[in-house]
């Protein structure tokens, strides 16, 4: 991996051809840019948390004027359907930083129960220089649930994209600077994940690093901490979700299917919260699954720019060799293929992989436990609720699941036992602003994102232990 800046030529891939090029930043780079934070930081740290807000709260105005320039970049570069980008990542992208920029001066600290001889007081502080290393699957919607709370609460961020999708959050660093933001408090930084990743992760004066991505990086990440300052590291590493149909399931009609295929297979499956495995109800099993087949195969493969296109190219050609191998492992070891599992040639140049529906794939084959980052399901019957949780819970990821059932003991029942940090019944969904995320077991740990809990992730607390020598009758 080459340690000096270089050049970097970005092809999409809906088709291979270069849409840009991109500068990477080395380790000297790095350091010369936490420098910059580290001087930025005193400042930002103590202006009033509303005139922070006011910046941001204009940053997001600015991003809403360029939202058509940002979707187009992300579809571009990411390869995501346009219609998803216009549609979700940039509305939920601005949506983050407006709201975090509206709770900026919203979050007080606290006092504790004491007797009257004292007084606890807890505030929370800002951590100073601090890093984000974002994945390329929302690239721009993960940098601004990590640019939000960090900017709110008085912190100056270092953030890497990924290399496969710098331009629109360089673009979100231009219209930063536009908003007025001083210089060092946001500085994107791209390049390789082993050098300007590592550089992050490894130095001494970033003192918090917040990751989304795989668990090799997340790894990596952790002992660059480990080896350079302890720095605060908060990981949020993928998921094997599962979808659990319990007997009632069919009486939510069609609905029930356009949910489970966007969950399968929005962003072609590139989706931390994918739910790759399907549990249904032994009695409903064989509706239910010829009915998702269909819905599965109404999807439209297609061009990502093409505003009709609902499932856009893989990444590259890795992802997609790599789904077609988990697949076809299965089948040799007994599964059934419904539908799918080849590459269909779309658009010369890119990779494109239909919708895929595996039944009775065995239980240690890689589609039923690696998160394969692909438009692959399996799809398995239950008998007993005990069986679909065990079942559920058969993996080492903990990030989101759903449930479907009218019955709301059943689904409540279903919902409590699965061990998953977002469980939505009778929709797809990870909540809104407003809630918290983040993975149970090997998704990750370190703090969620989203909410007002995503201020405890970048924060300090401080408790103040004043004797008032009050003397109580
Ligand atoms: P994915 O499989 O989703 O591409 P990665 O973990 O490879 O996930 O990448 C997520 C982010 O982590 C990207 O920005 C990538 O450049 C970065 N990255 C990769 N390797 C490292 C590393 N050793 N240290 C820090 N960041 C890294």
């Given at each position: ?242 979808q659990i149909l319990m007997?009632?399931a ?28 399907v549990y249904v109800d032994a009695a409903i099993f064989?509706?239910v699954v010829?009915?998702f ?86 799809v398995s019957p239950f ?91």
């Open positions: 991996m080459p340690s000096h800046p270089e050049l970097i030529t970005l092809r999409r891939p809906a088709d291979g051809a270069a849409v840009g090029t991109y500068r990477t930043v080395d380790e000297h780079g790095v350091r010369e840019a936490v420098a910059v934070a580290a001087e930025a930081a005193p400042a930002w740290a103590a202006l009033h948390p509303r005139a922070r807000g006011e910046l941001m709260a204009e940053l997001a105005r600015l991003m809403g004027r360029d939202a058509e320039l940002l979707a187009r970049l992300d579809s571009e570069d990411g390869g995501k359907p346009v219609t998803d980008c216009v549609s979700g990542d940039v509305p939920s992208a601005i949506e983050a930083i407006r709201w975090f920029a509206e709770a900026a001066d919203k979050v007080s600290g606290s006092v504790a129960p004491t007797d009257g001889g004292a007084l606890g007081i807890t505030t929370r502080h800002p951590i100073g220089v601090v890093a984000a290393v974002v994945p390329w699957n929302y690239p721009l919607a993960m940098a601004a649930w990590k640019i939000g709370p960090a900017l709110a609460s008085g912190n100056c961020l270092l953030l890497k994209p990924a290399e496969a999708t710098p331009r629109s959050v360089q673009h979100l660093a231009a219209l930063a600077a536009d908003a007025g933001l001083p210089t060092g408090v946001l500085t994107v930084l791209p390049g390789h994940g082993a050098v300007t990743g590592r550089a992050l992760a490894e130095d001494p004066l970033v003192r918090a690093i917040s990751f989304t991505g795989s668990q090799i990086t997340g790894r990596q990440i952790l002992a660059g901490a480990a080896a350079s300052n302890f720095k605060r590291v908060s990981l949020e590493m993928g998921g094997k979700s599962p007997r009632d069919l009486s939510f009609g069609e609905e029930l299917f356009e949910e489970m295929a966007v969950s399968a297979f929005l962003s072609s499956g590139q989706n931390c919260t994918a739910g790759s495995r064989d509706e010829q009915r087949v269909t819905a599965a195969e109404k999807l439209v493969l297609g061009d990502p720019g093409d505003p009709r296109t609902q499932m856009g190219p893989l990444i590259n050609r890795a992802a997609l060799e790599r789904a077609e191998a988990a697949v076809s492992d299965a089948v040799t070891r007994g599964a059934a293929l419904l539908t799918g599992g080849a590459a269909v040639p779309v658009v010369p140049g890119g990779h494109y992989l239909p919708a895929t529906v595996v039944a009775n794939a065995p239980r240690d084959c890689a589609v039923s436990q690696e998160e394969l980052f692909a438009p692959v399901v399996t008998r007993e609720e005990d069986e679909v949780i065990a079942l559920a819970n058969d993996t080492e990821y903990g990030l989101a699941a759903s449930v479907w059932s009218r019955d709301v003991d059943t689904a409540l029942r279903v919902a409590r036992r699965v061990e998953a940090g977002v469980v939505s019944v009778n929709c797809y969904s990870e909540g809104d602003i407003t809630t918290p995320f983040g993975g149970w077991k090997q998704s990750g740990f370190g703090g969620a994102e989203k909410s007002l809990v995503a201020f405890d992730q970048w924060t300090l607390p401080k408790v103040t232990w004043l004797r008032t020598r009050i003397k109580e009758d």
